[in-house]
């Protein structure tokens, strides 16, 4: 019934197979691939009819991870997987990026790739496996794909690169590095680093791609076997309208793109792709999209050329040279930290917010409920490049906003150190390139101004490419046209001594590392002059948090005495919420942690449970509270809620007859610790007297 082919290898010690012929058989490509006891289903269809108005290639790719694969039933009312979570979304993204390149320009025929996650280990992470599913789901199915594509993980442990770390290895690397491509070349990078040298990042990525050639050559092998047969693609010769707008409209976009000012040059641009219409508003054998994918053409050839052969930038800057920079801090008064970071236009209004540890993120996942202390949340309004449009959170932000994040992360500080819930929201306001290199600089910006005692200033820079043949040109900080019009997104963030992240896309299949290594040495040194450019407006955190903050302090106490601050049912937490106005959380570690909205309301709560949890010290003396008589002498509250008993003997320097001659209940006295009695504190009126 079945006509199965499977393909297996092993990769860094780990056996992955792949197979198909046994489910989903009406899809164009289907791969199970499996690693370990984590299984991916990867699925791929294109439409057999293009839609003749489609101007863009519609890839859809839709990364789903099922709860049944980890034995868990999902949240919530409904019981069953809804929207994407982020981490489905970056997914999605983390496949889509290698493999959209790969694809003919004039194929417009609609594809859906869904990689969904079957089974999972908790040892084998999915994404890596998500990525060799999808690129072997395409190599089978005849869609026109120039691939296949193979990914890595890489980690830096000790000194030594890792390939495909577990999980348990990547808490102890200094460095999480998703690396995808060809046999050739690599497309596409996603990093978090702990501070490593550009030579470092260049020679983990070599490290990824080595990685991978041998799952692309597994599935080279799946394909020779049964790959269905190659889909026809049609060309349409464009020849006479691209040689009739060279002729017409090549002088007129040399002017237009000779304007510094955005809106400025996109309205020129706008009124010559009119006229281009115009043209051929009564030939029907072409169309609107025909002409407008050709003058694009001849734009890009305009761009590209007077880069490449004259080393002019389209707002006439050098090659290296980053837009002029104004970082603002404390901008706005009642946020606990803020900063406007402007460079050319580009600008971001990014506001920190600290909280307690209620405001953590709570995540659930296939790994089970997890608990994120520093979200960092991207908005791209449609007036920061002067559009309508709708408002809402996509795969950009989401992307954008992980991007900085990842750049940020390693340098806050602990949590035993500052105890605090970061959320930091990036408005952009403005943006002509680069906005999510905007946010990591003012996300800085922003925490160091809150107070937050983060290890050094980051900032981020992206680069850009233009190649042709064996000449290239490498650009610093690249505006919004010459990412479009380029061949590579590189962004590197990181502090003066070192990278915290790294993001490259790559549009063609020719880069080398040699590229890599000049793009990574030009992006140092304009991060190294944003720094400096940042450090104007704040070298260096504030010595402390802002007085609309909410103040936090930590306290260990003994195991022994966390029910003692708890209190029976909770009272006695209850009453130091009461009386303090602050809010008290204790863990099973006995870390005590207390957030008020001031200082006395924190002083107040911490006093409190400083009494509660203190020793009584021999030969001290401590002011206290008669509470309770006895024949025998008197029960005294002398520490927060702890007794001692002065026995009779100890009351005056004299013979005392009845204890009632001397105290009363509710006396205020002074006492004097004069020893332990198993555990109970022996008490003296007379010697503190004396």
Request: net charge negative; hydrophobic share 40%; proline share 3%.
């Amino acid at each position: 019934m079945f006509k199965v082919h499977k393909k297996e290898i092993e990769v860094a010690g780990k056996k992955i197979s792949l197979e198909t012929g046994k489910v989903a058989r009406q899809a164009d490509g289907a791969i199970i691939a499996t690693c370990g006891e984590t299984v991916v289903l990867a699925t791929v269809v294109g439409a057999k009819k293009v839609n003749p108005d489609m101007d863009y290639f519609p890839l859809s790719v839709n990364y789903q991870e099922k709860y049944y694969a980890a034995g868990k039933i999902p949240g919530g009312y409904f019981k069953r997987e809804a929207r994407p979570t982020e981490s489905e979304t970056l997914i999605s993204r983390l496949i889509d990026r290698p493999i959209r390149p790969l694809f003919p320009d004039e194929f417009k025929n609609e594809v859906q790739l869904l990689p969904t996650v079957i089974s999972y280990d908790k040892e084998n992470e999915p994404d890596i496996l998500s990525i060799t599913a999808s690129s072997a789901a395409l190599a089978i199915s005849g869609i026109p794909f120039m691939g296949p594509v193979g990914a890595s993980r890489v980690g830096f442990i000790d000194g030594k690169y890792v390939l495909n770390p577990s999980k348990a290895d990547l808490e102890k690397s200094k460095l999480d590095l998703v690396v995808a491509g060809t046999k050739d070349a690599v497309l596409m990078v996603e990093s978090e680093a702990n501070g490593l040298t550009e030579e470092e990042m260049l020679n983990a990525v070599k490290f990824g791609h080595e990685g991978f050639v041998p799952v692309i050559e597994m599935i080279e092998e799946l394909a020779k076997e049964c790959r269905k047969p190659e889909w026809t693609v049609e060309k349409k010769d464009l020849s006479e309208v691209k040689k009739k707008l060279e002729e017409t409209f090549t002088e007129d976009l040399k002017k237009a793109f000779a304007k510094r000012d955005k809106q400025d040059r996109s309205n020129q641009i706008s009124e010559i792709t009119d006229k281009a219409k115009k043209l051929y508003e009564e030939d029907e054998k072409y169309t609107d999209l025909d002409v407008n994918s050709q003058l694009k053409n001849l734009e890009k050839s305009i761009v590209r050329t007077e880069i490449l052969k004259n080393k002019n930038r389209i707002d006439g800057r050098g090659l290296s040279d980053v837009r002029p920079i104004e970082c603002e801090v404390g901008v706005l008064p009642r946020a606990h930290g803020s900063a406007l970071f402007t460079r050319g236009e580009t600008q971001a209004i990014v506001v920190a917010t600290l909280g307690t540890s209620d405001d953590e993120q709570r995540i659930e996942s296939l790994d089970g409920l997890q608990r994120e202390r520093f979200m960092l949340h991207y908005n791209f309004p449609p007036f920061s490049v002067g559009e309508t449009g709708r408002i809402g959170t996509g795969r950009r932000e989401i992307g954008h906003g992980k991007l900085a994040w990842r750049a940020i992360n390693s340098s806050l500080p602990t949590k035993e150190a500052f105890p605090y819930t970061f959320r930091v929201v990036s408005e952009i306001t403005e943006s002509n390139g680069s906005s999510s290199m905007a946010t990591v600089c003012g996300t800085s910006l922003a925490l160091m101004d809150a107070g937050v005692p983060i290890k050094e200033p980051v900032a981020g820079i992206a680069m850009g490419l233009i190649k042709e043949g064996d000449d290239f040109s490498v650009l610093s900080d690249i505006l919004g046209d010459e990412d479009h019009l380029g061949d590579m997104d590189f962004k590197v963030a990181g502090t003066k001594d070192g990278i915290t992240s790294l993001q490259m896309d790559i549009k063609i299949t020719g880069i080398t590392f040699e590229i890599m290594e000049q793009a990574l040495s030009q992006a140092k040194d304009g991060r190294v002059h944003i720094l400096g450019e940042m450090n104007k407006a704040l070298s260096a955190s504030r010595s402390d948090v802002g007085k609309h903050t909410p103040k936090m302090e930590q306290v260990n106490v003994d195991k022994k005495d966390i029910a003692a601050v708890i209190g029976k049912g909770g009272a006695t937490i209850r009453e130091i919420v009461e009386k303090s106005g602050a809010k008290v959380d204790v863990n099973d570690e006995g870390v005590v942690t207390v957030a008020a909205p001031d200082e006395e309301s924190r002083n107040i709560a911490m006093q409190m449970i400083k009494d509660i949890t203190a020793r009584a010290e021999l030969n001290k003396i401590y002011s206290g509270k008669v509470m309770k008589i006895m024949e025998f002498g008197a029960f005294v509250n002398f520490l927060g809620k702890q007794d001692g008993l002065v026995h009779i003997s100890e009351l005056a320097d004299k013979r005392v007859a009845k204890v009632t001659d001397v105290v009363k209940e509710g006396d205020e006295v002074k006492v004097k610790v004069i020893g332990f009695d198993r555990g109970k504190v022996k008490l003296s009126i007379k010697q503190a007297t004396e």
